[in-house]
């Protein structure tokens, strides 16, 4: 069964630093989404990671993808208050589930 | 404009009375599916549909039903719902390859059930 864990599950910082969202998969799979989730909000994709050693890029957020560690992460770069929500990782298991993590609560400070 | 519209927004309700959340999509999208979000659990899935009249369990399908008889409708069904259903409610909907295709969400429904 297809685990996914994030980490941290909460995370506070600063405006203008730079820190990185782990999402760690137990089982292979080749497909990788990440969501932002603004409070009382519906879920907003971002990026969708289609094979080992994927990268994409928007504005402060770039997200790669590892197939052979199993890993995923979110970069953020010189983090403004904007940024601020609850970013979910996904995993797709088979060719037509996708397994989310816990999510990440991002808080950002001026 | 493509959309996911779920309905209603928010229902308080009480253990045993039967209660439906719509969910329409407008963009002829094959794959449906329901999920519920509770604190530090991220989404689980409670079922999904691959088209037309073919839908299957998720991970949590205990106390719901649902059904596809049209292609825009997948309404979730909670025949005696109980306290531990209470939880925010999503459903999507996405072409029916997964590759490369993201799921368009609907704004979510919050239910409690006392």
């Known amino acids: 069964e297809l685990k996914v864990e994030q980490n941290p599950l909460f995370l506070s910082m600063q405006e203008g630093k730079n820190y990185t969202i782990y999402c760690n998969y137990s089982?292979?799979?080749?497909?990788l989404y990440w969501y932002r989730q603004d409070p009382g909000k519906s879920l907003e994709s971002l990026f969708v990671?289609?094979?080992?050693?994927a990268v994409k890029q928007e504005g402060r957020l770039m997200a790669s993808l590892d197939t052979k560690a199993r890993l995923s992460t979110l970069h953020i770069t010189a983090a403004v208050h904007d940024l601020s929500a609850t970013y979910f990782c996904?995993?797709?298991?088979?060719?037509?589930?996708?397994?989310f993590g816990q999510g990440t609560r991002l808080t950002i400070n001026p | 404009e493509a959309q996911v519209t779920q309905n209603p927004r928010y229902l308080i309700t009480v253990t045993g009375k039967k209660l439906t959340v719509t969910c329409s999509q407008n963009m002829n999208h094959e794959y449906m599916s329901w999920y519920r979000q509770d604190p530090g659990l991220g989404l689980r899935q409670i079922y999904y549909s691959m088209n037309v009249e073919v839908t299957d369990k998720g991970d949590v399908p205990e106390g719901y039903k649902v059904s596809r008889k049209e292609k825009r409708n997948f309404p979730l069904i909670l025949e005696s719902p109980s306290p531990n259903q209470t939880s925010l409610y999503f459903c999507?909907?996405?072409?029916?390859?997964?590759?490369?295709?993201?799921?368009?969400f609907g704004a979510g429904t919050r239910l409690s059930v006392l």
């Open positions: 089982t292979t799979s080749d497909r």
């Open positions: 996904a995993v797709c298991q088979g060719a037509q589930k996708l397994v």
């Open positions: 990671l289609l094979s080992n050693g």
């Open positions: 999507a909907s996405r072409p029916q390859a997964l590759a490369k295709n993201i799921q368009y």
